[in-house]
């Protein structure tokens, strides 16, 4: 399988005054194309940590992330924002869907956000100015074709959940990240997501990390790993 | 639609629940309205009060007075006017002498006033001053029948006619046909040195002067000017020359022209005053008080803009997660950025835009002499248009009654009650002025507490529906106001307070409030940039 993310002797550490918490101490992983890795871990161990640098929502204290080979720490701000829009996808414990628009707008967003930049495809076509035909697309892949026009305080959680996968898909990332997306619904519900989320790796091919609790969600991953002590345990 | 006016437009629009408008925007812009609204309207009444001051005092006043240093006598003034009129500019100029002189009645044995006595060719006069307009009574200094009858009457010989100006002609208590002395000059007794003889003339009262301006209606008289200079002894000679111009803000402007037109000598040391000299302090005094309300008012846009800001600020908090998310998304710190700037922006700008309609709608009102509907139909507009809004929110008859019997109690003891207390008047006031006030909040609460009920269905309408109800309302109460009912008209000359709206000024506002707003909106949304992504997920 093709390499897709090499993570290289990863710290970090967190600075309270002058009391430093070491939360990563040297992590190294590698990620695989279309594979559906499960990190795993006691509570406060700095999965979710680890997860936003990956994410690229925070920097890492020393070492580097290499997407494809290209080291992402070395980026700027906005080569980082741009980055994450084009190349990764969130999904959260909590849905984090915005509440003043439909789930179609929702999932829409980051297309409508890629829109702003001068992102052409080989067309010479603005890249994703389908986002709308998109989102509606993933929507009804995840089941809610029913619940296009729906506001979030209109759908149940589980189907808040399956918006928020949808959204993380809308711009074809090369990874999704997940931060407990069961963590936050009953069993029952979880069974569904969890076969969204199968399906999605399966016909699409789509990679993901998932950060979990949730022993059953790790049983469906192709690969589970655990963070122990800030490293990853053989 | 691009990405942050569309995100933009629904943080303004709605809370939650898609609904028409939310109410903290509707405050927002309530609040930069009634602000750019005063201040629209502040100023054309001070504009008003300027333009309808200068009109009149225009109205008889000459827009130059040309005369030399020490009030001199000079000759040739027949072809000094023809060079003057001849200026381009100058509507009319007409000769004048002017001067100073003491009066008593007949019969009386004291001198009782110094009056200013200006000597005419009265239709010239007229082309500059207007001076038969202002005549009640006759002009006819030569031939006039009050003088015939004087003659046939009285002994002494009557020099012509006088124009007395109203005021002046009650404190003297003479009434027209009374014979006026004027002290002309005096002359030292032969017989007796060191003594002095007065030489008077006696004119008869042919007319009153009525010009509403208690500078000339107290002070003034007019005699003819051949009359004038027999008894100074100038024939053929004047001492001013009075001139009109077309457009009297160019006064200062054409001052030297004119005094060149009139080629007096050097020696003769000529010197012009125009109306603005004349009163310049009344007119400073008047510009003085519009600086300073502009700023006092830009003051109130200050405030309102601040409101803008605390409105953001607050968004900002509440959007906090939904910020941490869009920068999940890869929205970048200019997007979020550009969505709180445009959220205020649009406020100021219907806030703004709002204002400068209701400034000049009451401009309008206050300056329009229409018949007005009774206040009782306004009242029972807002009863309505209220109660229907409280039925459709609540759905329960129950709930409407019981607003509208509070509605009903707090105006009946304001409307019928507090006028017929025993109390002092002073006392009644500030109790029904803290009765409006408590119904005005009664309907506040209720209609806002409603207005979150209301589906939004229904919200369009009401709004429009609302907007109505308040120009009617305001069509209703607001009426020009009568200067005459406050006992001000003499001070002010006017009968009604002018408004005058000065249309480069309310462009200026609305750019003013504009930029005021725009700025207030660059702190709270660098502040919703600089949120870190992972902290405001996070955030509770």
């Known amino acids: ?234 | 639609m691009k990405f942050e006016w569309f995100v933009a437009s629904r943080y303004l629009l709605s809370r939650r629940k898609q609904s028409f408008i939310s109410i903290i925007s509707i405050i927002s812009i309530v609040g930069v309205g009634l602000g750019v609204a005063t201040v629209i309207l502040v100023i054309a009444v001070l504009d008003g009060v300027e333009h309808g001051l200068k009109e009149r005092f225009l109205a008889n006043e000459a827009h130059i007075v040309l005369r030399l240093i020490d009030n001199g006598f000079y000759s040739d003034y027949e072809n000094k006017i023809e060079a003057i009129e001849d200026v381009e500019g100058v509507v009319a100029a007409s000769p004048v002498v002017y001067s100073q002189l003491a009066v008593f009645r007949e019969g009386s044995k004291q001198i009782e006033d110094v009056i200013l006595i200006k000597g005419i060719v009265p239709e010239v006069e007229d082309k500059v001053t207007s001076f038969t307009k202002f005549v009640n009574g006759s002009y006819d200094f030569q031939n006039d029948d009050l003088i015939k009858q004087a003659r046939f009457l009285n002994d002494e010989t009557i020099t012509g006619g006088i124009v007395l100006g109203s005021r002046l002609a009650q404190r003297l208590t003479v009434a027209k046909g009374d014979v006026l002395k004027l002290v002309v000059n005096m002359t030292e007794d032969q017989l007796n040195p060191g003594a002095y003889i007065p030489l008077i003339r006696n004119f008869v009262v042919i007319g009153f002067y009525e010009s509403e301006l208690t500078v000339y209606d107290d002070h003034i008289a007019y005699i003819d000017l051949k009359a004038a200079q027999k008894i100074y002894n100038e024939v053929g000679r004047v001492n001013s020359i009075f001139i009109r111009l077309e457009n009297a803000e160019f006064a200062p402007k054409m001052s030297e022209e004119i005094e060149e037109a009139a080629q007096f000598s050097v020696l003769d040391m000529p010197t012009t005053r125009t109306w603005m000299e004349k009163y310049a302090p009344l007119f400073s005094a008047l510009e003085l008080e519009k600086i300073a309300t502009v700023i006092i008012e830009a003051l109130i846009i200050l405030v309102a803009a601040f409101n803008i800001a605390s409105t953001l600020i607050m968004t900002v908090m509440e959007k906090t997660r939904d910020v941490g998310m869009l920068r999940t998304l890869g929205a970048s710190r200019g997007h979020i950025m550009g969505i709180f700037m445009i959220k205020g922006s649009v406020i100021g700008m219907l806030g703004t835009l709002a204002g400068t309609t209701l400034g000049l709608y009451i401009c309008w009102l206050l300056s329009t002499n229409v018949m007005r509907p009774s206040p009782w139909i306004a009242n029972a507009c807002i009863g309505i248009l209220s109660c229907s809004v409280i039925g459709i929110a609540y759905r329960r008859i129950g709930t409407v009654s019981v607003t509208f019997i509070i509605f009903a109690t707090i105006f009946s003891i304001n409307m019928f009650i507090t006028p017929f207390l025993v109390l002092s008047s002073t006392m009644r006031t500030v109790l029904i002025i803290l009765g409006v006030i408590a119904l005005v909040i009664f309907w506040i609460i209720v209609l806002i507490k409603s207005w979150q009920k209301l589906s939004s269905i229904w919200k369009p309408t009401f709004f429009a529906l609302g907007l109505l109800a308040i120009g009617f309302i305001l069509f209703c109460y607001v009426k020009p106001i009568s200067l005459e009912e406050l006992g001000l008209s003499a001070i002010y000359q006017m009968n009604q307070l002018p408004i005058k709206v000065n249309w480069f000024f309310v462009g200026f506002i609305n750019a003013l409030s504009f930029a005021i707003c725009w700025l207030a909106t660059i702190y709270p949304a660098w502040q919703a940039s600089n949120l870190k992504p992972i902290e405001a997920l996070q955030y509770e």
């Open chain 1, 1 to 234: 399988m093709d390499k897709l993310i090499r993570i290289d002797n990863l710290h970090k550490s967190f600075y309270d005054g002058d009391t430093e918490l070491k939360v990563l101490k040297g992590v190294n992983l590698d990620i695989h194309q279309a594979e559906v890795l499960a990190i795993m871990g006691a509570s406060g161990v700095g999965k979710s940590t680890l997860l936003h640098i990956i994410g690229t929502l925070d920097r890492p204290t020393e070492g580097n992330i290499f997407y494809e080979d290209e080291d992402i720490t070395a980026f700027s701000e906005r080569e980082l924002t741009r980055f994450r829009n084009d190349a990764i996808g969130f999904v959260f414990q909590f849905h984090q869907l915005l509440p003043e628009f439909t789930a179609l707008e929702n999932v829409a967003m980051s297309g409508l956000i890629r829109n702003t930049r001068k992102v052409e495809n080989k067309n010479g076509n603005r890249y994703s100015s389908d986002a709308y035909e998109k989102a509606e697309i993933l929507l009804e892949s995840v089941g809610l074709s029913e619940r296009l026009g729906h506001f979030p305080s209109q759908l149940s959680g589980g189907e808040r959940q399956r918006v928020a996968i949808a959204r993380a898909l809308v711009n074809q990332p090369k990874v999704v990240l997940a931060d407990e997306p069961t963590g936050n619904i009953d069993d029952k519900t979880s069974e569904a997501v969890l076969d969204v989320l199968q399906d999605i790796n399966e016909r699409l091919k789509q990679t993901f990390i998932i950060v979990t609790h949730d022993s059953r969600l790790s049983e469906r991953a192709n690969r589970t790993v655990h963070l122990v002590d800030g490293k990853i345990a053989d």
